[in-house]
């Protein structure tokens, strides 16, 4: 089973170096529109009078900001990820039906390996970055935050795989996901935390947004990295997240077996 | 005269069938137009948000930061209705696959049909709210102006989208040598964003830059100051140059573009 899945993760490798052009400019755009934030924050830091805003200093909202683009760089590609709806939709899935691996361990493997190689290429893109704004950048105080920090992404990459990719599956009913994809992405960026802390907006929202997932791929992280958050309250939110993720694994499981049931692949 | 008509016409034709095209996904239409509608108003929310701890970014207050977004996004729909995804997206493609030849063919403009084959509904009618919204912004937000004032607004917006078309064109005339400028023209796209943030935003050489060399003031900022009356004549008609050397340049460099096409077909 690993051997299996080591040569999925290498395909994908393989893969995503054959187009590399193009994906080094996706990644360089990500950079670009992460950047526009820092900038923005610069300036507001500058125009207030104020060291702190919003309990941010400057130093913390920009380590904020670089880590949610980076977070962002495997996160919100991945979540573009048409895959699965379109073999469903082409009826390419017959083929991976009749391999001996489930497709889904497939897909499941595929996201993985590509979000592993998105965050080594996106840490590659972002070193510009960071030397440019080291000044500013913060370091986590200890070691156990920066270990709490990468299993929270790591949980992180796996909640969003389990909720786009039911999403995907919708495929097996709908025409085209697209649409629902797109919007759930829009919610996941600005509820996740991607270009503000949630904790700058009114007390209301705030709890509207902290009902959603999202918080827990971008917020959660930082904040952790930050040491913003008391470590017994990292665990509840582990807790939480790891509720989130096998209620998504469930639903993920309930659609696959209906879905698989109903799929028709037409024949040329 | 006549010419106009038959365009006009022939841009009805093309609002039809594009409209037929993306009604065949109901479901998916209706999310998509949810979705861009939500992704307004979350960044409402979030700079009311950044407002919530600050009162100023920059030179601007939270009125004029909304007036900037308002216009920003007004732009910003009306050219990704029209020509935006046709020449940053499809004419790419299209010269790829040497699709390109069976538009070559037809009677009509080349460059008109490259713009404006696919018109994009669902943008429009995500746009409508943000209409809504700008006109929200003028009447509540006690923005005083005088009617030369907004005369000179609408005029620079038309000037804005004039600046874009030739910024766009730019680029993805570019995929004639390249073949491919998909990534480019995303760089671009994100880029772009700049012009819903104050150029305050930026110090030094890249305020410079997105003042005078590769101009985004143009998109939002300036409308926006000639209605607040901020604006000075000289950057009046510093505007109104820009964007008509960005259209000459970019009109030449299309037509450099075709020569250098060889059409790639199977």
Redesign the interface.
């Known amino acids: 089973m690993v051997i299996k899945l080591w040569y999925v993760f290498k395909l994908v490798w393989i893969e995503r170096m054959a187009y590399r052009v193009n994906f080094l400019l996706e990644i360089l755009s990500g950079i670009v529109s992460s950047l526009i934030i820092v900038f923005l924050w610069l300036a507001i830091f500058r125009s207030s009078s104020r060291s702190i805003i919003g309990g941010y200093s400057i130093e913390e909202m920009v380590t904020y900001l670089i880590g949610a683009g980076l977070i962002n760089t495997f996160i919100l590609t991945t979540a573009e990820n048409p895959e699965t709806s379109q073999s469903i939709r082409e009826g390419t899935l017959s083929n991976l039906l009749i391999k001996p691996i489930s497709p889904y361990v497939i897909w499941f493997a595929r996201d993985l390996g590509t979000k592993v190689f998105l965050f080594f290429v996106g840490l590659i893109g972002y070193s510009v970055v960071i030397f440019f704004f080291s000044k500013y950048l913060l370091f986590p105080s200890n070691s156990i935050n920066l270990v709490m920090f990468l299993i929270s992404i790591s949980l992180a990459g796996l909640l969003q795989f389990l909720i786009f990719e039911a999403l995907s599956l919708l495929a097996f009913w709908v025409e085209n996901t697209y649409g629902i994809r797109f919007t759930m992405r829009v919610i996941m960026e600005v509820v996740g935390g991607a270009i503000i802390p949630l904790s700058f907006f009114p007390f209301t929202i705030q709890n509207i947004f902290l009902m959603f997932p999202f918080h827990f791929f971008i917020y959660l992280p930082m904040k952790v990295y930050l040491g913003k958050i008391p470590l017994d309250q990292v665990f509840l939110e582990f807790l939480k997240e790891g509720g989130w993720i096998v209620a998504f694994a469930l639903i993920n499981v309930a659609i696959w077996r209906k879905g698989i049931r109903q799929y028709v692949a037409m024949g040329d | 005269m006549k010419v106009l008509k038959r365009y006009i016409r022939l841009f009805g034709f093309l609002i039809r069938i594009s409209l037929m095209r993306q009604m065949d996904?109901r479901?998916?239409?209706?999310?998509?137009i949810?979705?861009?509608i939500?992704?307004i108003g979350?960044?409402f929310?979030?700079f009311?948000?950044?407002f919530?701890?600050?009162?100023?970014?920059?030179q601007w207050s939270y009125n004029q930061v909304l007036l900037l977004f308002a216009t920003f996004h007004l732009v910003d729909f009306i050219i990704s209705i029209t020509f935006q995804r046709n020449l940053a997206f499809h004419l790419p493609q299209r010269i790829q696959s040497g699709e390109l030849d069976t538009r070559m063919i037809l009677p009509v403009n080349l460059l008109f049909i490259a713009s404006f084959e696919d018109i994009d509904l669902i943008d429009f009618f995500s746009f409508l709210p943000t209409v809504g919204f700008l006109g929200y912004v003028l009447y509540h937000l006690d923005f005083a102006f005088t009617w030369t004032q907004f005369l000179f607004y609408i005029l620079l917006i038309a000037n804005a989208l004039v600046f874009l078309f030739a910024v766009v064109l730019i680029v993805a005339t570019i995929s004639f040598w390249t073949i491919?400028s998909?990534?480019?023209a995303?760089?671009f796209?994100?880029?772009l964003?700049?012009g819903r943030?104050p150029l305050?935003?930026?110090e030094g050489v890249?305020r410079a830059m997105f003042i005078y060399i590769l101009p985004l003031s143009l998109v939002a900022q300036i409308p926006a100051q000639a209605l607040l009356n901020s604006l000075s004549p000289r950057f009046l008609v510093f505007s109104f140059t820009a964007a008509n050397f960005f259209l000459i340049l970019a009109l030449k460099f299309w037509k450099l573009g075709l020569k250098n096409y060889s059409s790639a077909s199977t």
């Open positions: 996904y479901l998916n239409f209706i999310f998509m949810t979705g861009k939500i992704r979350l960044l929310l979030f009311q948000a950044i919530l701890n600050v009162s100023r970014i920059g491919q998909y990534g480019l995303r760089i796209d994100n880029l964003r700049i943030y305050d935003i930026f890249l």
